[in-house]
């Protein structure tokens, strides 16, 4: 198979060959692995039983979902990812927002598949052979997982896509099994000695349904724009993709959380997963555990880092699409280093989705509202001037930089950080939402308001396309190489 030679410029429509099935194979197969599996314990953790950490995912995931899953539409007009698609929102150089966004998304949760895939392969490794649990293996194991998972990415789309399709049936009759596994050990009661995290049903169910259930589909907001590029409008209908988009993060995200929540419950798992997980699985279940642990850990990094590479090279278009993932692979790695020797898992995972959330979401708003305004029409040529390093076009605007666009991003992350409620922050606004996080409604509704409000006073601004002459004379008339 050729190795994927393509960045992040327009794919021309000869290349566009991927159709709706292939979008939910890759949502699904490549999110039927442990790094999100373990978003399922996180409610259980937080001190909630079954109901309430069924209902709390389910929730979230449906509104994420709800949120999410248009901005696949965007990249499916545009022929280029996501975010560089935002041009036509934030400007060809503010663009730079959504690919840092990209990249942070793609950072954490990258590390966190490389760190509890590894964790959990050496405490099955350590059931089946005795391998020791050191720091020396741990590096090593992370280190080989990486290594394994850059080959997806390099090669990139194509192979990442078998991958997927196969993952989609291996790791659903692997996760079957665990069902099997762990179910004489179930219950429907909260881990021992896990009392409620925010020292309330509600305020607790409120996280966890963010954390555990939102927090998924938001990993996604400049994600969907790598796969939906490959996808032609002229042989596919919005609807059908928005439909495949739907039914590819719903599945592939209720799948594994679900099963997490039933196997950190079996486990009695409260302050750690990987190690219960392990420590209560029948010796039959350990080499499909190792093998899930393994192939879904590839899978699901392989496909992160493919998206970090995209974003690296967005940001640095001198950097060739293998450069930069493997410069992002080692910067993932040491995050997982960091993770294992440094850092408490429960409080980690939830302050990144939180403060990523938070950050994400009003750029996902003001990029859908753009999308919504030009009815889906781009200039596809003009997205792609900073990475040819020119200027001018009809995304010029003000030296690259939509200022209202940017302004109205920039109030609706501040608004949410300062709303956010994490085991290692709280903004200074949670006593006026009685402690509740708020973040992600907040930084959506303020980003989005700010956007309408702010556009509305510039002609200009609030028709992004309403002509090359108009642009032109914000940039002083140039379109040069």
């Avoid at 990442?160 to 049936?169: M, N, P, Q, W």
């Avoid at 879904?296 to 974003?311: E, K, T």
């Amino acid at each position: 198979m050729p190795m994927e030679q393509r960045g992040v410029d327009t794919i021309p429509e000869a290349e566009r060959s991927s159709g709706p099935r292939d979008l939910v194979s890759i949502l699904l197969g490549s999110n039927l692995c442990l790094g999100v599996i373990v978003f399922g314990w996180l409610p259980p953790s937080f001190g909630l039983g079954l109901w309430p950490s069924v209902t709390a995912i389910v929730a979230g995931t449906a509104v994420g979902v709800a949120v999410t899953a248009p901005l696949a539409l965007v990249s499916l007009r545009t022929a280029t990812n996501l975010s560089t698609s935002s041009g036509a929102a934030f400007g060809v150089r503010g663009r730079l927002i959504g690919s840092v966004v990209g990249l942070l998304l793609s950072l954490g949760y990258t590390a966190l598949t490389l760190w509890i895939g590894g964790d959990v392969m050496i405490g099955t490794l350590t059931r089946l052979v005795g391998l020791p649990d050191s720091g020396a293996v741990h590096a090593l194991v992370y280190a080989l997982l990486a290594g394994a998972t850059v080959v997806g990415a390099v090669f990139g789309y194509q192979l990442l896509l078998r991958l997927s399709k196969a993952l989609a049936i291996g790791m659903t009759v692997l996760l079957g099994l665990g069902l099997i596994a762990y179910a004489d050990r179930f219950t429907t009661a909260a881990p021992p000695d896990t009392p409620y995290l925010l020292d309330g049903f509600w305020p607790t169910w409120l996280l966890a349904a963010v954390a555990a259930g939102l927090s998924g589909p938001v990993a996604f907001i400049t994600l969907l724009g790598d796969y939906t590029r490959y996808l032609s409008p002229a042989r596919h209908s919005s609807r059908s993709v928005l439909r495949a988009t739907c039914v590819g993060l719903t599945a592939g995200l209720l799948l594994p959380q679900l099963f997490g929540t039933f196997t950190a419950l079996a486990a009695r798992a409260g302050l750690d997963y990987a190690g219960p997980l392990v420590a209560t699985a029948p010796g039959w279940y350990l080499v499909p555990l190792l093998l899930a642990a393994t192939a879904g850990s590839i899978g699901n990094a392989g496909l992160m880092l493919y998206s970090m590479g995209l974003d690296l090279d967005a940001i640095a278009p001198r950097a060739s699409r293998t450069r930069a993932t493997v410069i992002v692979a080692v910067v993932a790695t040491l995050f997982v280093f960091l993770g294992h020797f440094a850092w408490d898992a429960q409080s980690a995972m939830t302050s990144f989705v939180l403060l990523l959330t938070a950050i994400g979401t009003p750029w996902a708003v003001i990029t859908l509202m753009v999308h919504r305004r030009v009815g889906g029409a781009y200039d596809a040529e003009a997205l792609q001037v900073f990475n040819r390093r020119s200027r001018g076009g009809s995304y010029w605007y003000r030296g690259g930089w939509h200022i209202r666009a940017t302004a109205a991003w920039a109030t609706g992350a501040a608004v949410g950080l300062a709303a956010v409620s994490t085991p290692l922050y709280e903004g200074p606004l949670l006593a006026l939402t009685g402690g509740v996080d708020c973040s992600f409604v907040l930084s959506g509704l303020v980003g989005g308001a700010a956007y309408a409000a702010l556009v509305r006073r510039s002609s200009t601004a609030a028709a992004p396309l309403a002509g090359q002459a108009d642009a032109l004379s914000l940039s002083g008339g140039t379109s040069q190489r």
